[in-house]
């Protein structure tokens, strides 16, 4: 679906890490808004992803006098299956550690996911709007499947781990950030409990990708045209490397496009219950994947399945992990390096 409305912020900061402006070396992110002065409208749910017949526990936050919630399927066809008009706006203070522990806003709104929901990626559609001022917000949501919707059923895994890694909304991701004691300082843990800052869940059409189409000439200076886009339009400098609508969105849309049926998880399911996997013959994961739980690694009933997974994710030196079983990854630990050395080494025993 399009937005049509505005999706820029004025909600923005940025730790200068150089004498000019730079869209590259700085840490410019989006931030909760501190006051009503101007026009702010975000939304997240209690978890990533849900069955039929579960509830989302929507939790929303506006600087504006009302705003209106839908949620759709952003596949081949957009469905539109849940819709909340003229709501009641509240503000609420968000605390300053919110990437890290999370905004504890109350839950605003509920939706029963009826039965017969389909499989596949949603977003969770925010517009805050008084008499003068409209903006909107989008955050992605995954429904599984509690059995493959066809025999022959392909289940794309989408890569949370690297959306949670990734998504600097509030300051501070693995890269970047607002920690320590000159909150400079990128953090080690991050929350799934709040918004994910703009163009991983909606880019408008024409949004840069991190290729560029036209390779430079000799001599030229380095362009960065995804980040400096993002500079420029109020989103998020982390969108081109990790999320769904840069990544997921276009091979579910595509896949269905080819008469492929298409179900859904998340790479936090897979780390809590791999069994997820056996009723499938063929598992996607595309775009960048890169951040892996060690439980998600050990998949070992599965291993040919196993073996390619590894192959592609053994080079890498950081793993992701949710800091305490049971609460659905609200929280996520990048591991050091003598833990990912544990996982290489067994990628080697294969």
Same mark, same amino acid.
């Given at each position: 679906? =399009? #937005?049509? =409305?505005?999706?820029?912020? @004025?909600?923005?900061? #940025?730790?200068? $890490?150089?004498? &000019?402006?730079?869209?590259?070396? +700085? =840490?410019?992110? +989006?931030? %909760?808004? !501190?006051?009503?002065?101007? %026009?702010?409208? &975000?939304?997240?749910?209690?978890?990533? #992803?849900?069955?039929?017949? +579960?509830v989302i526990r929507i939790h929303t936050c506006t600087t504006l006098r009302h705003y209106n919630l839908r949620m759709y399927r952003d596949g081949a066809e957009p469905i539109e299956v849940y819709c909340a008009e003229h709501q009641q706006g509240m503000y609420y203070e968000t605390p300053e550690d919110c990437s890290v522990? *999370?905004?504890? &806003? @109350?839950?605003? =709104?509920?939706?029963? /996911? @009826?039965?017969d929901t389909r499989s596949g990626g949603y977003i969770l559609h925010i517009e805050g709007y008084d008499t003068t001022q409209r903006i909107e917000h989008h955050f992605p949501i995954i429904i599984k499947a509690r059995q493959p919707s066809a025999p022959n059923a392909l289940l794309l895994v989408a890569c949370t781990a690297t959306w949670v890694a990734y998504n600097d909304w509030g300051g501070s991701n693995y890269y970047e950030g607002t920690c320590g004691p000159d909150r400079d300082q990128p953090s080690p843990i991050v929350s799934t409990q709040r918004p994910f800052s703009r163009g991983f869940a909606w880019l408008p059409e024409g949004a840069p990708r991190i290729p560029l189409r036209t390779p430079?000439?000799? *001599?030229?200076?380095p362009r960065y045209l995804h980040a400096e886009w993002a500079y420029a339009n109020g989103f998020s400098k982390k969108y081109a490397s990790a999320g769904w609508a840069s990544y997921e969105r276009h091979f579910l849309q595509w896949a269905e496009r080819q008469n492929y049926t298409v179900d859904m998880a998340t790479q936090h399911d897979l780390h809590s219950n791999p069994e997820l996997l056996k009723n499938y013959s063929c598992v996607v994961l595309v775009g960048h994947d890169e951040y892996w739980s060690w439980e998600t690694h050990r998949v070992? @009933?599965? $291993? %040919? /399945? !196993?073996? $390619?997974?590894?192959?592609? $994710?053994? %080079?890498?030196?950081?793993?992701?992990e949710p800091r305490a079983s049971g609460d659905w990854g609200r929280t996520t630990l990048r591991i050091n390096e003598q833990t990912a050395d544990r996982l290489v080494a067994d990628c080697d025993k294969l």
């Open positions: 679906m =399009n #937005s049509n =409305n505005n999706t820029r912020t @004025p909600h923005r900061r #940025s730790t200068v $890490q150089s004498t &000019w402006p730079s869209a590259t070396l +700085e =840490n410019f992110h +989006e931030v %909760p808004a !501190r006051d009503r002065a101007a %026009p702010a409208a &975000w939304c997240y749910t209690d978890r990533l #992803s849900y069955f039929p017949g +579960e522990n *999370g905004c504890n &806003w @109350p839950v605003s =709104n509920t939706f029963d /996911i @009826p039965l430079p000439k000799m *001599g030229a200076a070992t @009933p599965y $291993q %040919p /399945i !196993r073996k $390619q997974v590894l192959a592609a $994710q053994a %080079p890498r030196t950081f793993a992701d």
